[in-house]
C-alpha cells in the first residue's frame, strides 16, 4: 500500500519533470508602424532556450497590415541583403524558417518552430517595412 503511494507519487513527479523539460518558448511580437511613418518589431524576450518556440503575432497598427519572417543569420552581426530598387529584403539569399503572413491591422498570427541555438532575425517584408525598422534579433541559447 504504502510502497504503491510512492510509486504513484514519483511517477507524478517524474511526469512534472518531463512535461517542463520540452514545455515551448512562447514570445511575445508586437508589430507597430503606419505608412510613410517608423515602423517597428518588439518582443517580450531577446533570448530563449533552444526547442519549440511559438511566436504570438500581435500588429497593433490601426491600418497598415504587416508580416513576420524568421530568418536564421549566420552571425550575430550578419547584415541582411536589401534590394534597394524593390524596398524588400532579398529572402532568396536568407534561410527562412517560416513566416505569418498577411497579418492585417488590429490581427494575431502564430508560429510555431523548433529552433536550434544561434542567431535569428525577426523581420517584415512588406514593401519598405524593412527599412522602415521593422527588425528585430533573436539569440537562441543551448
Ligand atoms: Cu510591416
Given at each position: ?70 530568418v536564421?543569420l ?46 535569428y532575425l525577426l523581420l ?13 534579433k ?5
Amino acid at each position: 500500500m504504502a510502497l504503491s503511494v510512492r510509486l504513484s507519487a514519483l511517477v507524478a513527479l517524474s511526469l512534472t519533470l518531463s512535461t517542463e523539460a520540452f514545455a515551448a518558448s512562447t514570445i511575445m511580437v508586437k508589430e507597430d508602424g503606419e505608412a510613410g511613418g517608423p515602423m517597428t518589431i518588439s518582443l517580450d524576450h531577446a533570448s530563449v532556450p533552444a526547442g519549440d518556440v511559438i511566436f504570438k503575432v500581435h500588429n497593433d497598427a490601426l491600418s497598415e497590415e504587416h508580416e513576420m519572417v524568421l530568418v536564421k543569420l549566420k552571425s550575430a552581426d550578419e547584415t541582411v541583403p536589401v534590394n534597394a530598387a524593390k524596398h524588400r529584403v532579398d529572402e532568396s539569399k536568407l534561410k527562412s524558417l517560416g513566416e505569418v503572413a498577411d497579418l492585417k491591422a488590429g490581427k494575431d498570427g502564430q508560429l510555431k518552430v523548433k529552433l536550434a541555438p544561434g542567431n535569428y532575425l525577426l523581420l517584415c517584408n512588406i514593401k519598405g517595412h524593412f527599412e522602415a525598422g521593422m527588425k528585430a534579433k533573436l539569440t537562441v541559447t543551448p
